[in-house]
């Protein structure tokens, strides 16, 4: 493979002008594409096959008005006063009128029940039974107003409504004109309005913080590469490759559902990775001039060849990672995996072909005159002093770095066995956000439960049907309950094969005890659902969240034992060792652990969660631990392939064990190093970010980075491969016949034959194995 690197190398160099032509006419058309296709982004996340989904086509089938998504406006009133006599309520019910007068709104007056079916009640009814003497319904001149209640302290209502579709299905600029109608109809009396976090606006979670993470990675390529020439040209690249992964996702978001997430993930990835692998062409070209005397063409060419193959491993291994989510069957991670994929495939075709063009555009000017003059001296007696005084201690020592590596991370991972999974609700907000507001006032004035409607299906046994009494008998059974606060009939179909009722739970969306109520209801022999000879089934907001949060807590042991599968075969077919894939492996599980822990400790303990800009603790992202591994183990093969590549070339040719682990590590490690701060500031700048959901991204993204890069990759591996000595190396002779191994190093290019290597110096009393 390396010989054609060289050759695409040597070409983009020579004739750079059509090559950059090409990519940003790519670039031009696909921006172009996403500006006009009209692309939506949805904040929902279903997973076809679960219980809530299964009850929400079958309310698609038999009820349609009442498979749609639900919302909420709240109402408060001035510190110390009433919103429920007067100018306000006046103003409540007139402003509740117009928004439940909306085509998308459910008419709450007429519940989609034959006239001469069973008297039930209406999505809007106040709950009639077990409800609370703490809210009632706001009365406007001796009438209730459909679907408003109030607190018993007179100082929230809140507004339920039933759309006719998902929320994320209605006309464009309907959320929008149901905060603003709520807004201008009660301000004028005082009244603030809220809207509940699934009437936000939708909007992708990307702002100006990235640049913050970009700064920092400019200053390191600088320092790296010693120009901002030549540190501008990887951030170059990287931006452009971002775009058209990114623009291209919202050019094709008319045919696939786009989460709010979904952007940012690639984002984030494709800008961490695109940065490294243009660095790493970029930083053997310039080595190649200054240690070798190159010219530029000739360096560019080899680099592309060298540095390319392992570019060329280190994206497929990512890409891999991340498109083995589509294994799992869960559509929005699929989604999310095949858009961050071809952006890291993107970055890897930039790196070897906008890179080499940049460098051919930059000439011989990449490498100024005093550092070609100065260049090799540098780089052989200052460049790798810190890095060989850091691999000669642990050679000297292994056991010390192992042990500590091994105890650190080990105390990191505790909290990870309190990890809770779960989806983004108000209760997590911002202080300042209106979702978090809103779910406050919810809390204040109705009770928890309130931000946690579920919606109950009840289906008879055999070929009965339900009539009055048998509604009744099945509210009483499910108010009777343990955990459920009220109970309202709210519908049944027309054939009378299917019930609707509207339950509160007594705890929040994140409480354990409203899933043990959702498992209760739905267990067909126990509770109402037995004593009414019925099957029940869960649906609604928080019932949809808690079923993907199961269900990605059960695929994500699957998913770690199928990255573990992979990442012994593919680190055997590279080095040609059994010991080295399994050290490797091992020590990406404790990265995994660890990170799991610390980001547990800061966002659901709420350790130092000041410092990452969250004031309330909460459940993990529920499809952050899938993603984070997928990511990461990317990343940390990249590691493992350019660090222990190096030692694996030094051993092939002839030195000791211990001798090739300081050689490698000494060649290697100043780029890795450079990459890591890169990755890292890339994923610390997304921690700024607004929206909780990135921030858990971004922070459990760069503490990975910081653990895996350093701790395992460049303390725990080489030390462990000092205590193994020449067994890190062993294949039995059999499986050595069989295997030609894999060329990350471009060594059978053209111009590129094995030498013999010097002997690397050590630190005082270093042993080589």
């Known amino acids: 493979m390396s010989r054609y690197l060289y050759r695409l190398g040597a070409l983009a160099h020579h004739r750079p002008l059509p090559v950059v032509i090409a990519w940003l006419l790519l670039l031009a058309s696909v921006v172009g594409l996403a500006l006009t296709s009209g692309g939506r982004i949805s904040t929902s996340m279903t997973i076809d096959g679960t219980p809530s989904q299964q009850v929400i086509e079958a309310l698609r089938e038999k009820l349609p008005a009442a498979s749609g998504g639900q919302g909420t406006i709240v109402f408060t009133a001035p510190e110390g006063e009433r919103l429920d006599t007067g100018a306000r309520a006046h103003a409540i019910a007139t402003t509740s009128t117009e928004i439940t007068t909306l085509p998308v709104v459910v008419d709450r007056a007429a519940p989609p029940v034959p006239a001469d079916s069973v008297n039930a009640g ?42 006719t579709t998902p929320v994320d299905a209605l006309p464009e600029g309907t959320v929008d004109s149901i905060s603003e109608i709520a807004t201008r109809g009660t301000s004028a009396s005082g009244v603030t309005a809220l809207p509940s976090q699934s009437l936000q606006a939708m909007h992708p979670p990307i702002g100006g913080h990235e640049a913050i993470g970009l700064g920092i990675a400019l200053l390191v390529l600088v320092l790296t590469l010693g120009s901002l020439r030549a540190a501008g040209l ?84 990512v890409v891999i990672a991340l498109t083995g989510l589509t294994v799992i069957g869960i559509g929005f991670l699929t989604t999310m995996s095949l858009v961050a994929a071809p952006t890291v495939a993107l970055a890897v075709l930039i790196a070897l072909t906008l890179v080499p063009a940049g460098l051919g555009l930059l000439g011989e000017g990449i490498v100024s005159a005093r550092a070609r003059a100065t260049g090799a001296v540098v780089t052989a007696n200052e460049e790798q002093r810190l890095a060989n005084r850091w691999v000669s201690s642990l050679v000297r020592r292994p056991w010390v770095p192992v042990i500590t590596v091994v105890v650190l991370l080990g105390l990191a991972a505790i909290p990870a066995a309190t990890m809770r999974l779960g989806m983004p609700t108000g209760a997590t907000d911002s202080l300042d956000s209106s979702s978090r507001q809103s779910y406050d006032a919810i809390t204040r004035g109705f009770g928890e439960g309130f931000n946690a409607p579920l919606v109950v299906v009840a289906h008879p046994r055999g070929s009965a049907t339900f009539d009055q009494a048998g509604v009744a008998a099945i509210t009483q059974g499910l108010a ?120 547990t400790a800061v966002f659901q303990w709420g350790w130092l969660m000041g410092l990452v800009g969250i004031d309330t603790g909460g459940p993990l992202l529920s499809f952050l631990p899938i993603m984070v591994t997928s990511i990461l183990y990317g990343l940390a093969m990249d590691y493992q392939v350019f660090l222990v590549t190096a030692m694996h070339e030094a051993k092939v040719q002839g030195m000791s064990a211990g001798a090739a682990i300081v050689h490698g590590f000494d060649h290697s490690s ?25 921030k858990q991204f971004g922070f459990a993204l760069a503490v990975g980075v910081v653990i895996d890069a350093f701790l395992v990759r460049m303390t725990l591996v080489p030390a462990v491969m000092s205590l193994l000595g020449e067994r890190a190396w062993w294949l039995p002779s059999w499986a050595t016949r069989r295997m030609s191994g894999v060329d990350t190093e471009g060594t059978e290019a053209a111009g590129l034959e094995r030498g013999p290597l010097s002997r690397p110096r050590v630190g005082p009393g270093a042993t080589l194995r």
């Open 480 to 599: 009777k309950t343990a955990g459920v606060s009220a109970v309202t009939p709210t519908g049944v179909s027309p054939d009378r094969s299917l019930a609707m009722f509207a339950v509160i739970p007594e705890a929040g969306p994140d409480d354990e005890r409203t899933a043990s109520l959702v498992e209760a209801l739905r267990d067909p022999g126990a509770g109402a659902a037995a004593a009414a000879d019925v099957t029940l089934g869960v649906t609604g907001l928080t019932a949809v969240n808690l079923d993907i949060s199961q269900r990605l807590g059960d695929v994500l042991p699957e998913y770690i034992a199928i990255i573990v599968g992979l990442s012994l075969i593919l680190l055997l077919l590279v080095f040609r060792s059994v010991v080295i894939p399994i050290t490797a492996t091992a020590g990406f599980l404790l990265s995994i652990a660890a990170t799991f822990g610390l980001t």
């Open 670 to 694: 100043r780029v890795v190093v450079a990459a890591a701060v890169i990755m890292v500031s890339v994923f610390a700048g997304f921690v700024f970010s607004d929206d909780p959901m990135i």
């Open 234 to 317: 990887p951030l170059l690249t990287a931006l452009t490759g971002v775009a058209i992964g990114v623009g291209g996702a919202f050019a094709l978001s008319t045919t696939i559902t786009l989460t709010t997430a979904t952007p940012a993930l690639a984002l984030m990835v494709g800008l961490a990775v695109g940065i490294d692998y243009a660095l790493f062409i970029v930083n053997r070209q310039r080595r190649l001039i200054l240690v070798e005397g190159l010219s530029a063409a000739d360096a560019t060419a080899k680099a592309v060849a060298t540095a390319g193959s392992a570019v060329v491993f280190a994206g497929s291994t």
């Open 122 to 163: 209406s999505p809007s009814a106040t709950p009639t039974v077990g409800a609370s003497p703490s809210h009632h319904p706001l009365v406007v001149n001796g009438s209730p107003v459909a679907g408003v209640l109030v607190s018993r302290d007179g100082t929230v209502a809140m507004l339920q409504m039933q759309f």
